[in-house]
């Protein structure tokens, strides 16, 4: 049984979640669900989500490193699991801070990925989530959410906010000169290109892509696939588990919930990817 760290990787709205939910079930793992306040150490003020390899100086990896088999150890678990969307942008200086981990990435079709995107921005604030952050940062990690106070003060209020997903350099300037919807378009675009692109020049070893949609049309095969490269033994009710709950229905609702109108708007910012990526208008 392997014992090396899994991140799991995607844009927000991508699947991770339930890949989460299914790595949280394993008696082996330590399962941590978004711990970006450990990664971003060192680089608590940027603009945005975007780290390469040269940011992961060795005082900034041994601190990441620490807080992770800290957390495993803690929990009595020989391996741990961890998934945040901003790695996206930062799988190169996630390989440099962590060389022994598997990195599976989720894609998902950009025009879903938009229209969940947009449900999560406007639903409202919740408490308990807050406190669960809190509880599981340390006095420093608190400093990698001083540039997300205008997020903070958004929710509470309960007002939608103006963005919410990563944020590939550019996403401020987008968001504050362009309709909503192709600010995320062009969000997803960038982050995902970066996240694939980075990943095919890692070895196969280390790195897994796959596609949502082939969860839910082949749900066995994709599984099985996802727990060969992981090396996760006795693993067979995880890829049941993946062919009881398949629905190929849920691809599909961005084509009732975007106008044609919407979709005309984003389209010249999605369109390159999503083809780049193997899926067609």
Known sequence: MSTDPICLVG????GTTWMARMMRQRPEIAFWGEP????????????????DADDAKPWVSRYIRRRFFEFARDQ???????KTPSNTL??????????????????????????????????????????????????????SFANRV?????????????YWGVRPPGWREWVENEPLFVAMAKAWAAAIRCAVEEGRAMDRER???IRYEDLTERPRETMQNVVDFLQLANAGDMVQSAVDVADPRRQDKWRSELSPELLAEIRPHMEPTLNWLGYSW
């Open 207 to 209: 790195f897994l892509a």
């Open 11 to 14: 844009v927000q709205r991508s």
């Open 76 to 82: 009595g678990k020989p391996r741990f699991c961890e």
């Open 90 to 143: 930062r799988l190169s200086f996630v390989r440099a801070v962590m060389p022994e981990a598997r990195i599976l990435l989720i894609i998902r079709d950009g025009r879903s990925v938009v229209r969940s995107t947009n449900q999560m921005r406007e639903s409202g604030f919740t408490w308990e989530r807050a406190r669960m952050r809190w509880r599981e940062s340390s006095p420093v990690d608190l400093l």
């Open 150 to 162: 205008p997020w903070l003060v958004a929710k509470v209020r309960g007002k939608p906010l103006k």
């Open 36 to 51: 970006r306040q450990v990664w971003s150490f060192g680089h608590w003020f940027r603009p945005d989500d975007r780290l």
